[in-house]
């Protein structure tokens, strides 16, 4: 399994952006299907953006046209770009390989995620 290691998360107003890294071991993501999930305390996470080893992508509707999934091949680093955040994006977010780029089975284990909270 790839190991990846999450960063970037932050405090930020309402309508704020981060950007969020993830990079992943072995120099393989050129050929890894891979997601950014997130949770809060008390729930499942949740897949919210995915990319497959081709850059084909799949947003969750809660996040489409706000969060956008890009790779750097060069970096082994996954990125996801949160524009115009809410409180509603406040979780821990974490990145793992996934079977399919439009499916939430994930592949290696859990990172410490990195959080995001979003004020009012």
């Known amino acids: 399994q790839v190991h990846l290691v999450e960063s970037g998360g932050d405090s930020v107003q309402t309508g704020g952006s981060l950007r969020l890294s993830c990079e992943v071991s072995g120099g393989i993501l050129g050929i890894l299907s891979v997601g950014w999930f997130r949770q809060v305390p008390g729930k499942q996470r949740v897949l919210v953006a995915a990319?497959?080893?081709?850059?084909?992508?799949k947003y969750a509707d809660s996040v489409k046209g706000r969060f956008t999934i890009s790779k750097d091949l060069a970096k082994n680093t996954v990125y996801l770009q949160m524009n115009r955040l809410t409180p509603e994006d406040t979780a821990v977010y974490y990145c793992?390989?996934?079977?399919?780029?439009?499916?939430?089975?994930?592949?290696?284990?859990w990172g410490q995620g990195t959080q995001v909270t979003v004020s009012s």
């Open positions: 990319s497959s080893s081709t850059a084909l992508t």
């Open positions: 793992n390989s996934v079977k399919n780029y439009y499916s939430p089975t994930y592949i290696a284990a």
